[in-house]
C-alpha cells in the first residue's frame, strides 16, 4: 500500500488523509474542525478500509477542494489566507444572495483559490 499514499477520504463531512511515514510506514490524520488542522486518527484506518456508505475515496483536488470548503466556512483570522476565504465566501454569499448559481468562471476561480489556501494553510499551521 505504501506506494499508493498518499490516499484521501472523506468520511461523512471528516477529511482523512493516509500519508506515507519516513520509515516506510503509514499514519492516518484526520480533519480537526476546531483547528482546520490535520490530528493523528489512526482511529479511521478500518473505517476507510472497511466502510461503506458514508465512506468516499476521493481524488486529491477533491479532498483540497472539501476541506477548504471547510475552513473558509469556519475558521477566522487574519492573514492572507483568512483574505482569500472571505474573498471565496464573498463570491458565494453573493450568488446565494441574487438567487443565482455560480458562473463557470467563478467556480474555477474559487477551485484555484482553495488550490493556493490548502498550500498556504499547510505551510503556515503545519499539524
Known amino acids: 500500500m505504501e506506494g499508493d499514499l498518499p490516499e484521501y477520504y ?10 506515507p511515514t ?9 480533519y480537526n474542525f476546531e483547528t482546520g488542522r490535520f490530528d493523528y486518527g489512526m482511529e479511521y484506518l478500518s473505517r476507510v478500509m472497511f466502510g461503506k456508505d458514508d465512506v468516499e475515496n476521493v481524488s486529491e483536488d477533491e479532498f483540497v477542494q472539501h476541506v477548504e470548503k ?11 489566507v483568512y483574505d482569500l476565504y472571505d474573498l471565496i465566501n464573498a463570491i458565494e454569499d453573493n450568488a446565494k ?4 448559481e455560480l ?16 498550500e498556504l494553510f499547510e505551510k503556515t499551521y503545519k499539524s
Open 10 to 19: 472523506i468520511v461523512v463531512e471528516r477529511a482523512i488523509k493516509l500519508v
Open 70 to 80: 471547510l475552513r473558509g466556512r469556519a475558521l477566522k483570522g487574519e492573514g492572507t
Open 22 to 30: 519516513e520509515d516506510g510506514g503509514m499514519t492516518v490524520l484526520k
Open 97 to 100: 444572495e441574487k438567487g443565482q
Open 103 to 118: 458562473t463557470m468562471e467563478d467556480k474555477a476561480l474559487i477551485a484555484s483559490i482553495r488550490r493556493q489556501t490548502y
